[in-house]
């Protein structure tokens, strides 16, 4: 594994367990083995090291979710949990503890949410055979409330959400 893998990869376990402000440099770059020369030249500073963390989930994440079924969404969702935990959503966690006022963080919690809801655009046409701004909404207002409920209420939570979307589409298909 290269440093810059190691350095995202023992990051974002350190950050999803104890949050972005109470882990220091020092902890980064002792948990993944390197000096704090090194990890400055791979990701600049904490902000660039926070922003790198999170496109990288993002890409993960996106990879489990490419799915054309709210069934499969949520079934995603509850894998995802599965193999990372539950935790709530470490974008806007990283957003909420920044302040919302570090651009590259905000730029790729933005992104990832668009991301998000333009897959779930795509199962709202693939599950009803249309468009439906406020059914994909809906889907996403249950997708997020599902991934912030687990982290306190477990992953079960997961499957109610599931049948509530799964109930919308059913109502959306007979009107």
């Known amino acids: 594994m290269d440093i810059?893998?190691?350095?995202l990869e023992t990051s974002e376990k350190l950050f999803d367990r104890h949050g972005f402000t109470a882990t220091g440099m020092?902890?980064?770059t002792q948990g993944a083995g390197i000096s704090s020369r090194t990890l400055y030249k791979h990701v600049g500073n904490k902000n660039g090291l926070i922003a790198a963390v999170l496109n990288e989930r993002d890409r993960?994440?996106?990879r489990q979710v490419e799915t054309n079924s709210v069934d499969a969404l949520f079934g995603a969702l509850e894998l995802w949990f599965a193999q990372e935990a539950a935790r709530g959503c470490l974008f806007l966690r990283a957003w909420g503890e920044t302040?919302?006022?570090v651009p590259e963080i905000a730029e790729v919690m933005a992104r990832h949410k668009q991301r998000m809801r333009e897959r779930i655009d795509a199962i709202v046409v693939a599950?009803?055979?249309w468009q439906d701004d406020e059914l994909a909404e809906s889907?996403?207002?249950l997708l997020e409330g599902a991934t912030h409920t687990a982290a306190y209420r477990g992953i079960?939570?997961?499957e109610v959400a599931r049948r509530a979307a799964q109930r919308l589409v059913t109502v959306a298909r007979t009107s």
């Open 4 to 7: 810059r893998t190691r350095l």
């Open 26 to 28: 020092d902890r980064l």
């Open 60 to 62: 993960r994440f996106h």
């Open 99 to 101: 302040g919302g006022d």
């Open 127 to 129: 599950e009803i055979g």
């Open 139 to 141: 889907i996403q207002l």
């Open 156 to 158: 079960a939570t997961v």
